[in-house]
């Protein structure tokens, strides 16, 4: 292959950016929340913001989305996400 070649499927690799798509997290620490990511990733507040109130409890105090699944959109890289809202 030559020179110019390979620099031309080297301009067509950077431009093919991977799409961002939705990922599902489960909540599993409150108040200071955290989000697994699958069997290793664990999300702490310094790694997403959230457009829904994730320590929203009941009347009796009780946190209502422990253990719920939350959907969340990756950015920068798939290093920072928001979350877009709590899976019923």
């Known amino acids: 292959m030559n020179g110019i070649t390979e620099l031309a499927k080297l301009f067509k690799e ?3 950016s991977a799409c961002y798509s939705p ?3 489960q909540i599993i620490d409150l108040p200071n ?3 697994r990511l699958g069997d290793k990733v664990i999300l702490t507040s310094a790694h997403f913001k959230s457009c ?3 320590t929203e409890t009941d009347e009796n105090g009780i946190y209502i989305n ?3 699944e939350v ?4 950015y920068a890289d798939n290093q920072k996400f928001i ?3 709590v899976v019923q």
Request: hydrophobic fraction near 55%; aromatic fraction near 0%; avoid cysteine.
């Open 14 to 16: 950077r431009d093919n």
């Open 66 to 68: 422990l253990g719920k």
């Open 71 to 74: 959907v969340l959109l990756p």
């Open 52 to 54: 829904v109130d994730l």
């Open 83 to 85: 979350v877009v809202g």
């Open 23 to 25: 990922v599902i997290g």
């Open 33 to 35: 929340v955290k989000i």
